[in-house]
Nanobody
Framework: QVQLMESGGGLVQAGGSLRVSCAAS????????LGWYRQPPGKQRELVAR???????WYADAVRGRFTISRDIAANRVYLQMNSLKPEDTAVYYC??????????WGQGTQVTVSS
């Protein structure tokens, strides 16, 4: 089964940028949708952005215009570029893939902390 591993989290000041990366252990045979979720402290996990196998993207209102999701198919990676970060972006960020609408796989998450 495909495994996902996030990396690139860390501590950044408000207004700064960070890119988190998610690597799949093997090529994903789709169609598939890759997504980034986040879970702030004491809150529920929420969808931040997603990208389909055709390249179509969607963003949550809270991050639209600041975050960009992209993928490198050859490298089996998906990225989330986060700009103009705010303290409220502080969360554990999770990578997710839904394969053929049936199989749902999660990564273990990476912590992003934005200081004010």
């Amino acid at each position: 089964q495909v495994q996902l591993m996030e990396s690139g989290g860390g501590l950044v000041q408000a207004g700064g940028s960070l890119r988190v990366s998610c690597a799949a252990s093997e090529r994903i045979v789709g169609p598939e949708t890759l997504g980034w979720y986040r879970q702030p402290p004491g809150k529920q996990r929420e969808l931040v952005a997603r990208i389909t196998s055709t390249g179509s993207t969607w963003y949550a209102d809270a991050v639209r215009g600041r975050f960009t999701i992209s993928r490198d198919i050859a490298a089996n990676r998906v990225y989330l570029q986060m700009n103009s970060l705010k303290p409220e972006d502080t969360a554990v960020y999770y990578c997710n893939v839904v394969i053929r609408g049936i199989h749902v796989i999660w990564g273990q998450g990476t912590q992003v902390t934005v200081s004010s």
